[in-house]
């Protein structure tokens, strides 16, 4: 197989038959050998974690596709870690799209003389940043994507439209077993010009609460494998 990309966290591989297969490794981000998702560097390896990380976004595909909503889910080898994907297109160098049912984080720091930490945005509030770890991924708005050709307003409408209805899902999914999602961070790209969910849906690009404690990201998964047995 051809290396297309060795990514932090994932190798992404081209098949024969014209889609891509992702391998996730064990290797995370972090600083001083402390997972932090939210850092740009790897900083240390959890053995298991790759597919574990990989059986989360098999159990979310799983829901999505059940929902029909249309991803670049495959299918997946589970033992080696791998998962075929259709091939995708990013949106520009790279677009990361949160959505945010609760005020915290970054969105507090941006907007915290207006808005209390913790407080509940009704409805979801969805936002994008460019992946660019040296200009600290900078917001880009909807006419901003679309004035910088990066994507067309329908597209952009499109994939905020699936965001809401995929985080709901996820949050639903997280409630049944006493846990509160409070942002969550997707990726897409486009197939044949349709907008579509590409990456992976795993603990690590989630905010999760129990009992209004963040749980941190390696016991979030074991919380999720769990309730899937």
């Known amino acids: 197989m051809k290396k297309l990309y060795e990514g932090k966290t994932k190798d992404v591989y081209e098949l024969e038959n014209g889609n891509v297969l992702l391998k996730f490794k064990d290797d995370c981000t972090g600083k001083d050998g402390v997972f932090d998702p939210g850092e740009n560097a790897v900083g240390l390896t959890i053995e298991g974690i790759g597919k574990a990380n990989l059986e989360t976004s098999i159990h979310y595909f799983e829901l999505l596709k059940a929902a029909g909503i249309k991803t670049h889910y495959v299918s997946a080898d589970i033992e080696n870690a791998t998962m075929e ?39 979801g509030y969805v936002e994008c940043t460019f992946k660019n770890d040296e200009k600290g991924d900078p917001l880009v708005t909807g006419e901003g994507l679309a004035a910088l050709g990066v994507m067309t307003p329908e597209m952009f409408e499109s994939m905020k439209e699936q965001t809401l209805k ?32 590409i990456d992976e849906i795993a603990s690590g690009n989630m905010r999760v609460y129990k009992d209004g404690v963040i749980v941190p990201p390696v016991e979030l998964t074991k919380l999720i494998l769990a309730a899937c047995k």
């Open 166 to 197: 995929i985080t709901k899902i996820v949050a639903d999914d997280l409630k049944k077993i006493g846990l509160d999602l409070w942002d969550i961070k997707f990726e897409f790209g486009y197939n044949n010009g349709e907008v579509i969910l």
């Open 85 to 123: 994907v259709l091939p995708a297109t990013v949106f520009g160098h790279g677009l990361e799209v949160i959505c945010r049912l609760v005020a915290t984080g970054s969105f507090i720091r941006r907007y915290g003389e207006y808005i209390a930490d913790g407080t509940v945005l009704e409805g």
